[in-house]
């Protein structure tokens, strides 16, 4: 018998009805907080919540419950195919968790939904939806690589986290992206798709017979960090929030950083690649920054706020749009983050001798002809893609 006749052999379920919440954070993302807990019979948990301050949309859990179920057909077509073609039978083992949506009893998050599942040991990220792959992890790469192949091309399963003995996984949070985007707000489409399969390198699980995107290009930076999102009124967390602000206007928390983004990117070529992509008619967020009772504003992407002061500096920008995030439900991140010692008026380039000021005349950063002389794309990115590629821009 085939295992997508029995796909609920795939899944790992809850294992009560009933789970008390537990004090420790043990991981977070984009819009939630993961805390332990432990079911009313005595076993492990995790609980996801909504980080405070963000509105919950009906669609924010749902979708990673849709996302696990509809990945369960993907792992037994997999599995299948390891027992039957591949002299690997025996030697993979592949579940995934299903979260179920809960609501809080009692306390002072009476009321609150949240998502529960099995909790999972030494819990580690495989690849990402954005294309970075740990090939250490190789059956993890080969059952994204799958999904492409069975679904036609159609859709691809990634962000594949979760624990790991041998060739035996737990997954949880996995994420669907479809040419039609019905999987939710970490669906990037067919860009997403095309994008993860210029990335992908083919390991001893794949198939010398699956299908492949001949000439994928490289549409996204591959990060580790949390999901990549489409930026869109979709989004859960919406603080709707956007003012155009001079970026000379906006403090740095920091007093250095790296010269280098995650991916490699210098500022340097990161201010000329946005500067080709006519950055200044965007009508969508470019960084994220808080008010403070005085009426200033902080950036919370201090490389990326470096970049457009440059880019300002240069004239490339006059104003960009900015999400102001309530100080209230960031100050963990305002805290570790606030090192500056001028107020954040300008900011040192670590290992160099170079800083970012307001102006050209207290600024010290080589090759900014480079940037005043970038000519724009003849064909730019659409604001979804462009959002997509800005979002690999981060501080760590």
Not at 197 to 214: A, E, G, P
Request: aromatic share 8%; with cysteine; glycine share 8%.
């Amino acid at each position: 018998m085939s295992n997508l006749q029995n796909l609920e052999s795939f899944a790992r379920r809850n294992a009560d009805n009933n789970a008390n919440m537990g004090n420790s954070k043990i991981g977070e993302g984009k819009y939630k907080n993961v805390t332990n807990g432990t079911y009313f019979n005595g076993v492990g948990c995790a609980i996801k919540l909504l980080k405070s301050g963000t509105t919950f949309s009906s669609n924010c859990f749902v979708d990673d419950v849709t996302n696990a179920n509809a990945a369960l057909k993907y792992v037994a077509g997999f599995q299948d195919y390891i027992e039957k073609e591949t002299p690997f039978k025996g030697r993979v083992s592949i579940k995934v968790n299903i979260p179920a949506l809960w609501e809080q009893s009692d306390g002072h998050l009476q009321g609150q939904l949240m998502l529960v599942e099995p909790y999972i040991e030494n819990f580690q990220k495989f690849n990402s939806n954005s294309g970075a792959q740990d090939l250490t992890a190789a059956v993890a790469q080969a059952l994204s690589h799958y999904s492409y192949h069975a679904s036609d091309g159609n859709e691809i399963l990634c962000d594949l986290q979760g624990g790991k003995v041998g060739e035996s996984y737990v997954l949880s949070d996995v994420v669907l992206m479809s040419k039609q985007k019905k999987y939710g707000n970490t669906d990037l489409g067919v860009t997403g798709i095309e994008n993860w399969m210029h990335h992908h390198r083919c390991t001893q699980f794949c198939s010398s017979q699956w299908k492949k995107w001949t000439g994928a290009r490289r549409l996204i930076i591959p990060t580790f960090s949390s999901s990549t999102t489409l930026e869109t009124s979709t989004a859960p967390a919406v603080y709707n929030s956007l003012v155009r602000v001079r970026p000379s206007a906006i403090r740095f928390t920091h007093d250095s950083i790296s010269y280098h983004f995650q991916d490699g990117h210098t500022l340097l070529q990161t201010a000329i690649q946005i500067a080709r992509e006519d950055v200044e008619r965007r009508e969508i967020r470019m960084i994220n920054v808080v008010r403070v009772n005085n009426g200033t504003l902080y950036a919370l992407d201090n490389r990326r706020l470096a970049v457009f002061r440059l880019l300002e500096m240069c004239g490339r920008v006059r104003t960009i749009k900015v999400e102001i995030v309530p100080l209230s439900t960031n100050t963990d991140e305002w805290n570790r983050k606030l090192t500056t010692t001028n107020g954040g008026a300008s900011i040192d380039i670590r290992g160099t001798n170079h800083y970012i000021g307001t102006t050209c005349s207290d600024t010290h950063f080589p090759s900014m002809n480079g940037i005043r002389n970038a000519r724009v794309n003849a064909h730019t990115l659409s604001d979804e893609r462009f959002s997509i590629f800005l979002a690999g821009f981060k501080d760590t």
